[in-house]
């Protein structure tokens, strides 16, 4: 299993505070991803990261925000939580290797995340 | 932009049965395909991929899927099922791009597969 975790695992938040989700890898893979997931909806794509301090927007990136200051750590910020982003949360992580293209990405464990 | 469907939300199927489970696929350029298992409350695993060469694929868990460029379809089939085979099964798609930002992945909407004794 690629060494990929999550932090916290649980979360219950009020409607207006912060929340930081925590993505750590060990396996220096250079690509991070965070997805969110709903039912009805599969993952969507939320942010992005093709190296340090490198991010940029998916589908689904209003309401969020990203820092990678290290390779192994990728936040997910919500300034302000609402319940539309009560949801579970996949960190993802991708090597991309030019030469043989694997492509594939590693998912970590979750976040289950409740706004109230 | 590429887009994925899954063609059936729910498929329920009994024990040693076979099973198919069809995803469609739209994208104006060349793509990479994959389907993700994910089993309740865990993370989702790669099952198979498809790159480029064969377009009969196996993946782990004696899964297989089909690449069907006419149809743009990668169905992904087992021929005997078990009850551990009941999880929620994912395709996605991404442009064959690695090493760039554009190697995103674009998932479907998940299909729940539940295996009955």
């Known amino acids: 299993d690629a060494g990929i975790t999550q932090s916290p695992r649980h979360k219950v938040t009020e409607t207006g505070t912060p929340v930081t989700l925590r993505c750590h890898q060990t396996?220096?893979?250079?690509?991070m991803y965070w997805y969110r997931q709903d039912p009805g909806h599969g993952l969507r794509l939320i942010h992005y990261?093709?190296?340090?301090?490198?991010?940029d927007k998916g589908e689904v990136s209003d309401g969020y925000s990203v820092s990678r200051s290290k390779t192994e750590d990728f936040l997910l910020t919500l300034e302000s939580a609402t319940s539309s982003q009560t949801s579970v949360y996949f960190c993802?992580?991708?090597?991309?290797?030019?030469?043989?293209?694997?492509?594939?990405?590693?998912f970590g464990p979750g976040t289950r995340l409740t706004v109230t | 932009a590429q887009s994925v469907t899954q063609l059936d939300s729910q498929v329920p199927v009994f024990e040693e049965a076979p099973v198919e489970l069809r995803c469609n696929y739209s994208?104006?350029?060349?793509?990479?395909l994959f389907w993700y298992v994910q089993y309740p409350n865990q993370g989702l695993q790669l099952l198979l991929k498809?790159?480029?060469?064969?377009?009969l694929v196996k993946g782990i868990n004696g899964f297989e899927a089909e690449f069907n460029k006419s149809q743009t379809s990668f169905h992904l089939r087992k021929p005997s099922v078990h009850i551990s085979d009941t999880a929620e099964y994912f395709c996605?798609?991404?442009?064959?791009?690695?090493?760039?930002?554009?190697?995103?992945?674009?998932f479907g909407q998940g299909t729940i597969l539940t295996v009955h004794p």
């Open positions: 993802a992580i991708s090597e991309s290797k030019i030469s043989g293209g694997h492509c594939e990405q590693y």
């Open positions: 396996e220096n893979h250079r690509y």
């Open positions: 990261s093709y190296g340090v301090k490198d991010t």
């Open positions: 994208s104006s350029v060349s793509v990479y």
């Open positions: 498809y790159l480029s060469g064969s377009t």
């Open positions: 996605a798609v991404s442009r064959p791009l690695c090493g760039t930002s554009y190697g995103k992945l674009t």
